[in-house]
């Protein structure tokens, strides 16, 4: 088989990232550039510090991927870049340097949406995965589950209508006084914690009439907030293990129980978990029992593949660049794209 080679950028939000892939499944070079401890003074991220970031950065990784690759770029075949959703000024660093690259060298343009990248990070995780298959993809902007029919074939059955799961862990870790990202910080004090300490609340039911895949984190983080609120005003001594492994258990809880229903509504035997939040080990952890018992062959990445990385996005570009799904000179960023869109 020829071997085809994809380079790909992604730089939706605070990682500058470049990978070269190799036939859609094998990676050859992974490089990610964290701005993590420039954000973490500022509690988050700051796009205009990103943006700049991503300037310095992004020829740099180039640099490096290809020659970790044994590449050059000569040798490559496609660009595959991240144009949405995303920080618009960091997705725009991106998709400049992919139209110039692809002019430069004649080469196919493919933008891909950020969010099938973390889908299609299982595929490289995970050689014998195929679909079809039911994905939740949980991260720091974004709730969804999405039926993925085929390679270029994507439903999306259902997403948050207010607050993503990773926002409403960056949110609570925040006013807990964890750094930034508060996430991880929040698992980890978690396995301390009994997550049945306190009762907070599960957004399960939906109105008559609504999508019933839809998720809602809202009201979790305000009965949260206001826990912490009233002990504080009650001078009262707050478990911050109990708390964070309570309220983990309840966006857990959510979101197992609505994918579990989706896989089984749709007919599919597997499922696949993507984006930051699949790093969770509750979630990954109660997944793997749920899904067991009810004979779900379960999938999600490695940690570095479930950040934000280069190499998710040269993944999905590998199969619209076999589906002919190119982009022109014109591709512009579009920070509210949506999952299905092109």
Same mark, same amino acid.
């Given at each position: 088989?020829?071997?085809?080679?994809?380079? @790909?950028?992604?730089?939706?939000?605070?990682?500058?990232?470049? @990978? $070269? $892939?190799?036939?859609?499944?094998?990676?050859?070079?992974?490089?990610?550039?964290?701005?993590?401890?420039?954000?973490?003074?500022?509690? =988050?991220?700051?796009?205009?510090?990103?943006?700049?970031?991503?300037?310095?950065?992004?020829?740099?990784?180039?640099?490096?991927?290809?020659?970790?690759? &044994?590449?050059?770029? +000569?040798?490559?075949? @496609?660009?595959?870049?991240?144009?949405?959703?995303?920080?618009?000024?960091?997705?725009?660093?991106?998709?400049?340097?992919?139209?110039?690259?692809?002019?430069?060298?004649?080469?196919?343009?493919? =933008?891909?949406?950020?969010?099938? /990248?973390? !889908?299609?990070? %299982?595929?490289?995780?995970?050689?014998?995965?195929?679909?079809?298959?039911?994905?939740?993809? $949980?991260?720091? &902007?974004?709730?969804?589950?999405?039926?993925?029919?085929?390679?270029?074939?994507?439903?999306?059955?259902?997403?948050?209508?207010?607050?993503?799961? =990773?926002?409403?862990?960056?949110?609570?870790?925040?006013?807990? %006084?964890?750094?930034?990202?508060?996430?991880?910080? !929040?698992?980890?004090?978690?396995?301390?914690?009994?997550?049945?300490?306190? +009762?907070?609340?599960?957004?399960?039911?939906?109105?008559?009439?609504?999508?019933?895949?839809?998720?809602?984190?809202?009201?979790?983080?305000?009965?949260?907030?206001?826990?912490?609120?009233?002990?504080?005003?009650?001078?009262?001594?707050?478990?911050?293990?109990?708390?964070? +492994?309570?309220?983990?258990?309840?966006?857990?809880?959510?979101?197992?129980?609505?994918?579990?229903?989706?896989?089984?509504? $749709?007919?599919?035997?597997?499922?696949?978990?993507? &984006?930051?939040?699949?790093?969770?080990?509750?979630?990954?952890?109660?997944?793997?029992?749920?899904?067991?018992?009810? =004979?779900?062959?379960?999938?999600?990445?490695?940690?570095?593949?479930?950040?934000?990385?280069?190499?998710? !996005? @040269?993944?999905?570009?590998?199969?619209?660049?076999?589906?002919?799904?190119?982009?022109?000179?014109?591709?512009?960023?579009?920070?509210?794209?949506?999952? /299905?869109?092109?």
């Amino acid at each position: 088989m020829t071997q085809s080679l994809t380079l @790909a950028l992604e730089t939706s939000c605070d990682e500058t990232s470049a @990978a $070269v $892939v190799a036939n859609g499944r094998t990676i050859l070079a992974n490089i990610i550039s964290s701005q993590v401890p420039t954000h973490q003074k500022f509690g =988050g991220v700051v796009p205009e510090i990103a943006s700049r970031k991503h300037i310095e950065n992004v020829i740099p990784v180039i640099e490096q991927a290809l020659s970790e690759a &044994g590449t050059t770029l +000569a040798d490559i075949d @496609a660009i595959g870049v991240t144009y949405g959703p995303g920080l618009v000024g960091a997705l725009l660093v991106g998709v400049a340097t992919a139209k110039t690259l692809a002019f430069a060298l004649n080469k196919p343009l493919i =933008g891909v949406n950020h969010l099938e /990248g973390h !889908i299609f990070a %299982n595929f490289l995780a995970h050689k014998e995965l195929q679909p079809p298959f039911v994905a939740l993809v $949980v991260s720091g &902007g974004h709730t969804s589950l999405i039926h993925l029919k085929d390679y270029n074939e994507l439903v999306l059955l259902g997403q948050t209508r207010d607050d993503a799961a =990773g926002e409403a862990f960056d949110k609570i870790a925040r006013v807990m %006084n964890f750094p930034y990202p508060g996430g991880p910080h !929040i698992d980890n004090a978690a396995k301390q914690g009994n997550p049945q300490a306190i +009762a907070f609340p599960r957004a399960f039911a939906v109105q008559e009439g609504e999508n019933k895949f839809a998720f809602s984190f809202s009201g979790l983080k305000s009965a949260v907030l206001n826990y912490l609120n009233s002990a504080k005003q009650r001078e009262e001594t707050v478990s911050i293990p109990d708390v964070a +492994a309570s309220f983990q258990a309840a966006v857990v809880d959510v979101l197992v129980m609505k994918t579990i229903m989706a896989a089984e509504q $749709v007919g599919v035997d597997q499922i696949v978990l993507a &984006g930051g939040v699949a790093a969770n080990s509750s979630l990954q952890t109660e997944m793997t029992a749920r899904t067991t018992e009810r =004979g779900f062959k379960l999938f999600y990445p490695p940690a570095v593949l479930c950040t934000d990385n280069a190499a998710m !996005i @040269a993944c999905r570009a590998y199969y619209q660049y076999l589906a002919k799904d190119f982009a022109d000179l014109h591709l512009n960023a579009v920070p509210s794209l949506k999952l /299905g869109c092109r």
